[in-house]
């Protein structure tokens, strides 16, 4: 199984996950920079397939990690280098960064919502207040009533 190959390795440290991830990002930025060629069109085509083959790829993570649960988020966050110095450091595209860490925060966005409507709910308890009530109303379901976490 490819996933099985990309995490083999004596430690976590040297699974390719995430340094293929980044080292298909900086290609990508490559393609536009520095080729040697100067023919538009070939330029074009060839980071179109990158950005392709770059989409594909981050999308396999994230199926590995949400949906299909073959990856625990633990091991992916331990060699996941911060958003920042994604981009500083290693000089990946912002999109690209976000998109690395888009399975972190799908996978924490419920959790998130109940902590964000719960303290909404006890502020709007604690003021008493029509307009803080309605707020926290819309957060915890929206206009139709339904809820966020699921």
């Known amino acids: ?15 390719l996950l995430v340094p293929l ?31 392709d083959t770059t989409q594909q790829y981050l999308t ?4 590995c990690i949400v949906k299909d649960k073959l990856l625990a988020l633990e091991q992916y966050l331990s060699v996941l ?7 500083s450091e290693y000089g990946v595209h912002p999109a690209f960064a ?3 860490w888009r399975p972190v925060i799908t996978a924490l966005e419920p959790e998130l919502m109940v902590k964000l409507e719960a303290k909404l709910a006890a502020a709007a308890a604690a003021a008493g207040d029509e307009e803080g009530d309605e707020l926290a109303g819309l957060l915890a379901g ?5 809820s966020h976490g699921g």
């Open 1 to 15: 199984m490819v996933l099985e190959e990309l995490q083999d390795g004596p430690a976590i440290d040297q699974q």
């Open 60 to 63: 396999f993570i994230e199926q």
């Open 81 to 87: 280098p911060p958003i920042h110095r994604l981009i």
């Open 21 to 51: 991830a980044i080292a298909m990002s900086q290609q990508l930025e490559y393609t536009l920079y520095a080729l040697p060629t100067r023919h538009i069109k070939e330029v074009a085509e060839l980071h179109d397939r990158v950005n």
């Open 142 to 146: 929206g206009p139709g009533g339904k």
């Open 98 to 100: 976000w998109a690395l």
